[in-house]
């Protein structure tokens, strides 16, 4: 049975979980360890631990924004992966939340991403259109292409750039 273990400081998180966020993201797509470590202070950040009975299997890390829920990063342990964790991890999760949730993925320029796309399109995401790039975490990183996903399906005209702006607003802010 999957459990979501809220961490509520940097100093509870389980010793391997710097190693999966580092190892399941390209440096572009993740903040470096001391912005990561000062999000335990922003009211509306939060990180689940996903763990089974035996084992730590990854995390989830969510922020709780005005009327929708923005995963900004999502992992299982690589050699983890294929098993159902993450499909379990995450309908627990939206089972759980009472608002829309939001997420972005890797633009469809690679297999991995199709797949991923694919993942959660089976969870009953849908992707918005528009382009859509997740801006830098530093002067030294680039700005990514993604794409911006939304669960449930429901899809209002007017959704994605009042997602888009309070994403960029509150997660990126001080980029």
């Excluded at 469809?108 to 797949?115: D, G, H, P, R």
Aim: charged share 30%; glycine share 2%.
């Amino acid at each position: 049975m999957i459990q979501l273990h809220p961490i509520k400081r940097l100093q509870d998180l389980n010793p391997d979980f710097r190693q999966i966020y580092e190892d399941s993201f390209p440096e572009d797509e993740r903040r470096e360890w001391d912005q990561f470590a000062d999000l335990f202070q922003k009211t509306e950040f939060a990180i689940f631990e996903i763990y089974d009975p035996t084992q730590f299997l990854g995390f989830i890390a969510v922020w709780n924004l005005h009327k929708f829920s923005f995963i900004e990063h999502f992992a299982i342990r690589s050699n983890l992966r294929n098993k159902g964790f993450g499909s379990n991890a995450m309908k627990k999760f939206l089972t759980e939340n009472f608002h829309p949730v939001i997420l972005e993925t890797e633009d469809l320029q690679t297999e991995e991403a199709q797949k991923r796309i694919s993942f959660y399109e089976r969870l009953n995401f849908c992707a918005f259109n528009e382009n859509y790039y997740q801006p830098a975490y530093s002067k030294e990183k680039k700005k990514v292409k993604m794409i911006l996903m939304r669960y449930p399906k429901i899809k209002n005209p007017t959704d994605f750039e009042t997602f888009k702006s309070e994403i960029h607003r509150t997660v990126y802010s001080h980029f």
